[in-house]
């Protein structure tokens, strides 16, 4: 599928432009959202577990980050709707499968959900870094942030077809990143407002918070609804890696996600 032409003129444009200028447009652009956009209930929730199958993402001290966002990702739908009855969840996947990355918010949008949360593990060469992050889609702020995206983004070279799938996208080039980046403007400030009530609820469990960012996470580029994608700690860590492992400590973090999804809810139903 040959990339439209409007979107061709866009990437080329984006590789021209200076990042300070392209800051500045991205914030103008989504500086006045239609309001239609918020949604005034939270009935439905798209839980994804990153990678699957013969993805197994990141791996250290025997733990796969496929594994350990299964668990949790099973744990935060029963929570949620125990602690929500009126709120429904669907998952991405419920077993050891690959999903691909476009189909992941295809299954939302196909749904209608008024949530899209994606659960991941980090990782680092420096085994002294830990915390949990959370990221919406945006402008990359730092390098580091730049870094996770494309070690999640990477995924995509094992789905058959990417380079049409993902309008010519290049999972090394930065530029390709900055252009995906602007194309879920128009959820931003309720997927950053989600993101915010879940890492301030991390701190009051005792979990290390690195806070809210932004990066161009392929897996959120499609969603068509406020979409985050939490980094619930390091496996490359010896303390997060064993939270991440335990089924007390995944509980811990599960609890801590469905806690600032409540807040969210009751925030945007509360308007």
Known sequence: ????????KLKNLVKLIPTTTLCILFLLLTANKPTTLQKTKIKLITIDAGHGGHDAGCMYGGAREKEVTLGIALKLGETIEKMMPDVKVIYTRKTDEFIELHE????????????????????????????TETF??????????LDIAKRENDVILLEKDYK??????DPNSPESHIYFSFLQGAYLDQSLRLASLIESNFTKVHCASRGVKQAGFMVLWRSKMPSILIETG?????????????????QKIVDAITKGVIEYKKQVESK
Do not use: W
């Open 1 to 8: 599928m040959p990339m439209p032409a409007n979107l061709y």
């Open 104 to 131: 992941r918010a295809g299954i939302a949008n196909r749904n209608n959900a008024d949530l899209f949360i994606s659960v991941h593990c980090n990782a680092n060469k420096k085994t002294d870094v830990f915390g």
């Open 136 to 145: 919406s889609m945006g402008l990359h702020k730092s390098e580091g942030n």
């Open 164 to 169: 049409e799938q993902y309008e010519g996208f």
């Open 234 to 250: 390091f496996l490359s860590n010896k303390n997060d890696r064993s939270q991440l492992t335990s089924n007390e400590g995944q």
